[in-house]
T-cell receptor
Framework: DGGITQSPKYLFRKEGQNVTLSCEQN?????MYWYRQDPGQGLRLIYYSQIVNDFQKGDIAEGYSVSREKKESFPLTVTSAQKNPTAFYLC?????????????FGSGTQLSVL | GDSVTQMEGPVTLSEEAFLTINCTYT??????LFWYVQYPGEGLQLLLK?????DKGSNKGFEATYRKETTSFHLEKGSVQVSDSAVYFCALRWAGSYQLTFGKGTKLSVIP
């Protein structure tokens, strides 16, 4: 079955540590996204990528980094510069040429600080 | 800039009650509009969409009509079920853009 897989489901970060969240899709989608969800805040865009080896900052990119070395994969690194990393992180993908079409979302990763 | 405003939650309804979740947007022009639903512990799923004024999106008994006069896209369902309990997000997207702008979400709880 096609879909988006995020891992791990739960992740804990220590002070000063970088952690990486995985996102893999087998939908042959060109575009991939990372959103952060906080209670009462809705979803805010962190980074997005339209094609391999290219990505753009979203609204809240500070303290995060991404890579897009393969079409199927778009990992997100939460660096030690992100002072408030506790949140639910959602990865999504879509066809590049169909901007009126839907985003497909993964099931999310809950990141907490120890 | 563009923004999406949803009614504050949480909303608690009895089974078979009528549901309305208000959504209005601020934008110069006519973006595509979406409703997404998030069940507990999961990602978001597209519920319905409308791409131009006066379009009505519908799915699973939910409906929403794109009203350009009032810049609104209110979500309605005639008879809710316990299984409809979730968080509902209104969102907009411009043709040619890859970004969705989301509202803050409205939590719905349906009690038997």
């Amino acid at each position: 079955d096609g879909g988006i897989t995020q891992s791990p489901k739960y992740l804990f970060r220590k002070e000063g540590q970088n952690v990486t969240l995985s996102c893999e899709q087998n939908l042959n989608h060109d575009a991939m996204y990372w959103y952060r969800q906080d209670p009462g805040q809705g979803l805010r865009l962190i980074y997005y990528s339209q094609i391999v080896n290219d990505f753009q900052k979203g609204d809240i990119a500070e303290g995060y980094s991404v890579s897009r070395e393969k079409k199927e994969s778009f990992p997100l690194t939460v660096t030690s510069a992100q002072k408030n990393p506790t949140a639910f992180y959602l990865c999504a993908s879509s066809y590049r040429g169909e901007t009126n079409e839907k985003l497909f979302f993964g099931s999310g990763t809950q990141l907490s600080v120890l | 800039g563009d923004s999406v405003t949803q009614m504050e939650g949480p909303v608690t309804l009895s089974e078979e009650a009528f549901l309305t979740i208000n959504c209005t947007y601020t934008a110069t022009g006519y973006p595509s509009l979406f409703w997404y639903v998030q069940y507990p512990g999961e990602g978001l799923q597209l519920l319905l969409k409308a791409t131009k004024a006066d379009d009505k999106g519908s799915n699973k008994g939910f409906e929403a009509t794109y009203r350009k006069e009032t810049t609104s896209f209110h979500l309605e369902k005639g008879s809710v079920q316990v299984s409809d309990s979730a968080v509902y997000f209104c969102a907009l997207r411009w043709a040619g853009s890859y970004q969705l702008t989301f509202g803050k979400g409205t939590k719905l709880s349906v009690i038997p």
